[in-house]
């Protein structure tokens, strides 16, 4: 078989990481119908030319990316909540990125979501940067019950 | 026309099976192997199939490949299952973790990137699954359907 070789610096990105602790994440529901941030301690299964810091995904170039993401959330019996992701750069949400779901019983439910972002330069201020920073937020439709986690899997790759 | 970013060899395959057999955890938590009967391709590219079971996921080219299975599963009732990839024993870190609540159907996703890297190895080696329980319940896990896509992305 054909050996890869050394391609770390060459531009190529891609990235998995996941949330594999036996006890869930709690994301605390502080009022109704407000985004917060899903700051997941994430492990790294796999991390080239891209990063993640406390919930934030780092983007260190423009591009076409691909993001995929596979929760099993719970907690707020029958309440429906929202996800999206959330452009901290940019301060906007990413355009089709919300999926809302209800927590029905006690179960889990699994969620998944895969999207191509387009992250062109942002012109925040005088000049324009090449860099993005992306996070996941959740957001409780009903009441203040808080949002667990159980699994959760994040692949970013850059398409193009 | 754009280019993008994989400029290496290509290799993916898209398979399915509606066969795999039962999986009688029996209160064990021990991860059992998802053995791939009765696997049906619909498209492969630089993968080795014939496996020693007939059944393989053989990846022929050292690289990063994206794994994506979406599986139906039932019974298992109550109990909280595990899924994961391997690769030649180079097990993903990242598990699906999902609940089989009253025994029903459940549809679930799991996705993760895993490194392939021959090394010595002389022959094509499969990627392979595994599934876990809390394994509390008296009923096997039924595998409805098994469907995975495999894209190699550099």
Known sequence: MASIGNFENIGVKFANWGYVDETDYVVDILATDTWFNIVLPLITQVENNLSYNSGVINFTGNGIYMIQYVNTFGGGVDDSFSIRFFNLTLNEEVSGSVLSFTTKGTAYWEVQNMMLVNLSTAYTGSFGKSTHQIIMQVKNNIDTSNLKIKSSSLVVIKIL | ?154
């Open chain 2, 1 to 154: 026309m754009a280019l993008n970013q994989f400029t290496t060899q290509s290799a993916w395959i898209n398979g399915y099976s509606e066969t795999i057999k039962n999986i009688d955890f029996r209160g064990s938590r021990l991860p059992f192997e998802v053995r791939l009967f009765g696997m049906e391709y619909n498209s492969v590219y630089n993968f080795d199939t014939s496996g020693s079971s007939g059944n393989g996921l053989a990846p022929l080219m050292d690289g990063y490949y994206l794994i994506n299975v979406s599986l139906s599963t039932k019974g298992g009732l109550n109990d909280i299952m595990s899924f994961w990839a391997e690769w030649e024993g180079l097990q993903s870190k990242v598990r699906l973790v999902w609940e089989q609540k009253g025994g029903n159907t459940w549809s679930t996703n799991y996705n993760t990137i895993i490194p392939v890297f021959s090394g010595s190895y002389s022959n094509a080696r499969n990627f392979k699954f595994y599934v876990s329980s809390t394994a509390t319940s008296p009923q096997v896990l039924n595998f409805i359907n098994f469907n995975v896509s495999i894209i190699k992305i550099y």
